[in-house]
């Protein structure tokens, strides 16, 4: 049991690490601290309080993920026709002309979001029309 307990502890760590544990729900954090509680109970030799703790979060955890899975499986409507004023504030706001192709447009989005995005001061409200303009005008190149 205590090679248990070590995995748990590493997951716990890698969660943290890779920051996926500051997007897990309240829930997820009880089960991993359920889980860490029962693995460290069932290495101190009571496995009759630490076994049902692992058990009941690695059937949470599984639950969890049937669910996950269930919900990327949603498909997306097709988007409506881009209106022209749109994609002239598109080209706008990433500073290209008509004429601009795919290349150019990915590279104006680069050369952009390197400056607003929020890791790097800017806010999450511009880096997202950003992203957006982007979108629409590859949308809008690939419709042609």
Excluded: C, Y
């Amino acid at each position: 049991m205590g090679v248990l307990t070590l995995l748990i502890a590493a997951l716990a760590i890698w969660l943290i690490w890779t920051g996926k544990l500051q997007r897990m729900t309240a829930k997820d954090g009880m089960a991993l601290g359920a889980a860490l509680v029962g693995a460290v109970l069932a290495a101190k030799g009571k496995p009759l309080i630490g076994a049902p703790l692992l058990i009941s979060a690695a059937l949470f955890f599984a639950r969890q993920g049937k669910a996950r899975v269930r919900r990327r499986k949603r498909v997306v409507p097709p988007a409506a026709p881009a209106d022209p004023a749109d994609i002239v504030r598109a080209r706008a706001l990433l500073g290209l002309g008509p004429d601009a192709d795919p290349d150019a447009i990915r590279a104006a989005h680069r050369r952009l979001i390197a400056s607003v995005h929020p890791d790097k001061g800017g806010t999450e409200a511009l880096a997202a029309q950003i992203n957006a303009a982007r979108d629409l005008l590859l949308r809008d190149q690939a419709e042609r």
